[in-house]
């Protein structure tokens, strides 16, 4: 996988610049009561929606909206999809296209079938490819949700990276399980972190909010475990005591540290290190392929639940 791989870090290296480009590009603006959706890396930009818009959007799951279309009466539906391919979205923007205010789809296809659901598209400026973890194209699909919600644009993507590069190195697996913990913006991005740790390592990983954690999972945790804490959008510190805590009673603690700078700098900082530290691990390992390429009957599975 020695070129893949390498091809992963190109595309990894290349975000500040795709970014700042994107972020000079007209964005409509989502209205209070407005509900982003998505599923997988898009439910994970859909949250970074919520969050961002200090809770006057909201995120659901695309099944749930297809399941549940009444609760986009009157509102904008954001539907996130990279490829406007996958069957939930395609359902869902069926299901509230008669009911919602305006329906627009983040998407890179133009011409796909979601494309053709909506009202309007938002482009993302990269060409879907298939079986691809999603590096740039979630980098790009995050951007687009927070300037929607209403989040300032105002980053130094190139200064966010070169400070992840020198970070990444504080994320770490674990035998057993490997958890990711996050407040607030900081929350999606542990969502995401678990993700790549799927699609890339093929171990298992969990993501969870600070608060959660020291009520539910902390009481599982054994010594193969891992627990990375992401420090960012953590007013009360609350990051810091907990891994002092778990550490002092001899759980294996990583601590990300914070940046300084606008919210978008400190959320994509966040991104950058989960990206570079799970190439870093997967090259560790010496993984031919990211894993999840490597189970056939669990990708036809996929395939046959997604599309």
């Not at 674990?174 to 790549?196: D, H, Q, R």
């Amino acid at each position: 996988m020695a070129g893949n791989l390498k091809a992963f870090g190109a595309e990894i290296e290349s975000q500040p610049g795709a970014l700042l480009r994107f972020s000079k590009s007209n964005f409509p603006k989502a209205n209070r009561g407005s509900i982003f959706v998505g599923a997988g890396d898009s439910y994970s930009a859909a949250m970074a929606g919520f969050y961002a818009s200090n809770g006057s959007c909201i995120a659901v799951d695309p099944y749930h909206l297809a399941s549940s279309p009444r609760i986009a009466t009157g509102a904008d539906v954001f539907l996130i999809s990279v490829s406007g391919r996958t069957a939930s979205n395609l359902a869902a923007a069926k299901r509230v296209r008669r009911l919602a205010k305006r329906t627009i789809a983040i998407t890179s296809d133009e011409g796909s079938r979601l494309a053709g659901l909506v009202d309007d598209v938002v482009r993302l400026p990269i060409r879907c490819l298939p079986r691809t973890p999603g590096l740039l194209s979630y980098s790009l699909s995050l951007l687009a949700v927070l300037s929607i919600a209403g989040q300032s644009r105002e980053c130094d993507f190139e200064g966010a990276f070169r400070s992840a590069c020198k970070d990444e190195g504080n994320v770490r697996w674990g035998v057993g399980t490997t958890y990711f913990l996050g407040n607030s913006l900081a929350y999606p991005v542990a969502m995401y972190a678990a993700a790549k740790t799927y699609e890339f390592l093929g171990v298992k990983a969990h993501p969870q909010l600070l608060e959660e954690f020291s009520h539910l999972e902390l009481f599982s945790v054994v010594p193969s475990d891992v627990v990375n804490v992401f420090s960012a959008f953590d007013p009360s510190r609350t990051s810091g005591r907990l891994a002092k805590a778990l550490a002092h009673d001899g759980c294996e603690t990583h601590l990300v540290p914070d940046v300084e700078g606008s919210e978008t700098k400190r959320l994509f900082h966040a991104v950058f290190v989960s990206q570079l530290s799970v190439l870093r691990r997967a090259r560790e390992s010496r993984l031919s392929e990211p894993s999840f390429l490597t189970t056939a009957g669990r990708l036809a599975v996929s395939d046959a639940m997604i599309y």
